[in-house]
């Protein structure tokens, strides 16, 4: 094994390298058959050994040899490869199969544009880890595309996949489906349940791309066929400007969404689209994320927990200036075959400001939802509706709303759906058919037009708000350098800003899994 390494690391970076060293040596390069792969696109030759002083030149090469647990495959800092890197082969949990970069210069670009659907693509195969590299998948509207692409189908559990450290930018899929894009992990079951458990995705950039940003995609998600995936960590990603949705699970038990940072979703694609959002899913964890510049207002929101979903967790996260609002809680009537509604929503210690349309949305059938401890700012040129029920084939029942803080320069109103105006909602004063919608203990600041009963809120009229620092860090990604310290930065930035906002120190959450007792079935 041989890494190049000095004090000149560009592009690639020490700590990328570092991670990859680190990674072999942990993981399994002690394998008496594990090999070691070397590809350049500049010097190498298809004919060569695939040695470090012979290297291969093509990923088809690659995608050709059949890997074994504990292979590296080291992709040679400044190629640029027009075909995808396709691993079908697994590793196991002490030896994975490893790709990633060596040597001094840019990232190792796969350019998949116009030759293939996905640039990196996982296909039935686990243990896989993936780092490193930049993607692009550009080209005339054609059909669905894929930065990278994990995908298994009739295999039962796939385990131990991580997709860290990427650039991936340029992905131009259909906005006309939501399973493709930058980052998908896609598990289908027609004939045998099929499902991963832990697969990471951490420290990547998602840039330009349609219609996804990160997204999971499942069939196995009805009460008759229910086998979600475990273990799925989606953290410290940077998702910006992305066609329809930003970060979106689907059939998760357990899921960590953390501290990922969301810019203009919803920038192209038709319908309906929110920043950071989960459905059929149980136990979702999503907590210091920030979601910001939400283009579109339908839906629109920085948050969103959908349908087919029990115990969604939604705390320490910051929203702002997304077109649709903050919070959006959601689903059409409860059917035994494929929705078992929304059940158990908690969104408890989160910031938002600036946000347009609609605050807090509770939509259709949703029931047992815990409003708790939030912070609105609402600015002092916005009029919005701070809290309103709308129909989706019914209301919204025993939703309680306590102890937050509605701090309105400008307007805010109350209410229930008369009617529609394009992406708007057309309300009347009150809930409506929508039952059991308790207010206790909030603060009022400011105009609030129709407010709810609340016996023990405090309303305040004459609001100012004092001068705050809301210069959150931000990131060039056309300039991927320097990202990881970027993330600490902005990490720290949030820690601070929600300790100021709430009042006390914060401390991030564990993610649960469904008991027994609580199972599907």
Same mark, same amino acid.
């Given at each position: 094994?041989?890494?190049?390494?000095?004090?000149?690391?560009?592009?690639? /970076?020490?700590?990328?390298?570092?991670?990859?060293?680190?990674?072999?040596?942990?993981?399994?390069?002690?394998?008496?058959?594990?090999?070691?792969?070397?590809?350049?696109?500049?010097?190498?030759?298809?004919?060569?050994?695939?040695?470090?002083?012979?290297?291969?030149?093509?990923? *088809?090469?690659?995608?050709?040899?059949?890997?074994? +647990?504990?292979?590296?495959?080291?992709?040679?800092?400044?190629?640029?490869?027009?075909? +995808?890197?396709?691993?079908?082969?697994?590793?196991?949990?002490?030896?994975?199969?490893?790709?990633?970069?060596?040597?001094?210069?840019?990232?190792?670009?796969?350019?998949?544009? /116009?030759?293939?659907?996905?640039?990196?693509?996982?296909?039935?195969?686990?243990?896989?880890?993936?780092?490193?590299?930049?993607?692009?998948?550009?080209?005339?509207?054609? /059909? %669905?595309?894929?930065?990278?692409?994990?995908?298994?189908?009739?295999? *039962?559990?796939?385990?131990?996949?991580?997709?860290?450290?990427?650039?991936?930018?340029?992905?131009?899929?259909?906005?006309?489906?939501?399973?493709?894009?930058?980052?998908?992990?896609?598990?289908?079951?027609?004939?045998? +349940?099929?499902?991963?458990?832990?697969?990471?995705?951490?420290?990547?950039?998602?840039?330009?791309?349609?219609?996804?940003?990160?997204?999971?995609?499942?069939?196995?998600?009805?009460?008759?066929?229910?086998?979600?995936?475990?273990?799925?960590?989606?953290?410290?990603?940077?998702?910006?400007?992305? *066609?329809?949705?930003?970060?979106?699970?689907?059939?998760?038990?357990?899921?960590?969404?953390?501290?990922?940072?969301?810019?203009?979703?919803?920038?192209?694609?038709?319908?309906?689209?929110?920043?950071?959002?989960?459905?059929?899913?149980?136990?979702?964890?999503?907590?210091?994320?920030?979601?910001?510049?939400?283009?579109?207002?339908?839906?629109?929101?920085?948050?969103?927990?959908?349908?087919?979903?029990?115990?969604?967790?939604?705390?320490?996260?910051?929203?702002?200036?997304?077109?649709?609002?903050?919070?959006?809680?959601?689903?059409?009537?409860? %059917?035994?075959?494929?929705?078992?509604?929304?059940?158990?929503?908690?969104?408890?210690?989160?910031?938002?400001?600036?946000?347009?349309?609609?605050?807090?949305?509770?939509?259709?059938?949703?029931?047992?939802?815990?409003?708790?401890?939030?912070?609105?700012?609402?600015?002092?040129?916005?009029?919005?509706?701070?809290?309103?029920?709308?129909?989706?084939?019914?209301?919204?029942?025993?939703?309680?709303?306590?102890?937050?803080?509605?701090?309105?320069?400008?307007?805010?109103?109350?209410?229930?759906?008369?009617?529609?105006?394009?992406?708007?909602?057309?309300?009347?004063? *009150?809930?409506?058919?929508?039952?059991?919608?308790?207010?206790?203990?909030?603060?009022?600041? /400011?105009?609030?037009?129709?407010?709810?009963?609340?016996?023990?809120?405090?309303?305040?009229?004459?609001?100012?708000?004092?001068?705050?620092?809301?210069?959150?860090?931000?990131?060039?990604?056309?300039?991927?350098?320097?990202?990881?310290?970027?993330?600490?930065?902005?990490?720290?930035?949030?820690?601070?800003?929600?300790?100021?906002?709430?009042?006390?120190?914060?401390?991030?959450?564990?993610?649960?899994?469904?008991?027994?007792?609580?199972?599907?079935?």
């Amino acid at each position: 094994m041989r890494l190049l390494l000095d004090g000149t690391l560009r592009g690639l /970076g020490r700590r990328s390298c570092a991670l990859l060293v680190a990674s072999l040596l942990a993981t399994g390069a002690v394998s008496a058959h594990a090999a070691n792969y070397y590809i350049d696109a500049n010097l190498g030759q298809d004919s060569n050994d695939g040695s470090a002083t012979a290297p291969w030149r093509s990923l *088809g090469r690659v995608n050709a040899t059949t890997l074994r +647990p504990g292979d590296h495959i080291f992709l040679a800092a400044g190629s640029v490869w027009k075909e +995808p890197l396709v691993i079908t082969r697994s590793g196991r949990r002490d030896a994975p199969i490893t790709v990633g970069a060596t040597g001094i210069g840019q990232r190792p670009r796969i350019d998949a544009g /116009g030759v293939a659907e996905h640039g990196v693509a996982i296909m039935n195969a686990e243990y896989v880890r993936v780092s490193g590299l930049e993607v692009t998948n550009d080209g005339p509207p054609a /059909g %669905s595309r894929f930065g990278v692409l994990v995908a298994a189908q009739d295999s *039962g559990v796939m385990r131990g996949i991580r997709i860290s450290d990427m650039y991936i930018h340029d992905v131009r899929g259909t906005n006309d489906r939501k399973d493709n894009g930058g980052i998908v992990f896609s598990a289908l079951g027609p004939k045998r +349940p099929t499902r991963f458990e832990d697969i990471h995705i951490e420290r990547n950039i998602v840039w330009r791309v349609d219609r996804s940003g990160i997204a999971g995609i499942s069939d196995q998600v009805t009460k008759q066929r229910w086998f979600p995936s475990a273990g799925v960590v989606i953290r410290d990603n940077l998702v910006e400007d992305v *066609g329809g949705d930003g970060i979106v699970p689907r059939g998760t038990d357990g899921a960590l969404i953390e501290h990922n940072i969301v810019r203009y979703a919803g920038s192209r694609a038709p319908g309906y689209t929110a920043a950071i959002w989960q459905w059929s899913t149980d136990h979702s964890l999503i907590q210091f994320n920030e979601a910001a510049f939400t283009r579109t207002r339908y839906d629109g929101q920085g948050f969103d927990s959908d349908f087919n979903s029990r115990r969604t967790t939604i705390a320490y996260n910051y929203s702002h200036d997304n077109a649709g609002g903050f919070l959006l809680v959601c689903s059409p009537k409860r %059917s035994d075959q494929d929705n078992l509604g929304n059940r158990g929503t908690v969104a408890r210690s989160n910031v938002s400001r600036n946000d347009g349309s609609r605050a807090f949305q509770l939509a259709g059938t949703v029931t047992d939802v815990l409003i708790e401890g939030n912070v609105v700012h609402v600015g002092p040129k916005q009029d919005i509706q701070m809290v309103i029920a709308t129909q989706w084939d019914g209301w919204a029942s025993d939703v309680r709303f306590r102890n937050n803080v509605f701090a309105v320069a400008g307007t805010v109103r109350y209410g229930h759906e008369v009617g529609r105006n394009g992406p708007d909602y057309l309300i009347q004063p *009150g809930f409506g058919p929508a039952t059991q919608i308790r207010f206790q203990g909030n603060r009022y600041l /400011g105009r609030h037009i129709d407010p709810p009963q609340d016996e023990k809120g405090v309303m305040q009229p004459n609001y100012v708000p004092p001068p705050v620092d809301w210069a959150v860090p931000v990131f060039d990604p056309a300039k991927p350098d320097g990202f990881a310290a970027f993330m600490v930065r902005h990490r720290g930035w949030m820690e601070r800003m929600l300790a100021r906002e709430l009042g006390a120190p914060v401390t991030p959450l564990e993610p649960m899994q469904t008991s027994f007792v609580e199972s599907r079935r």
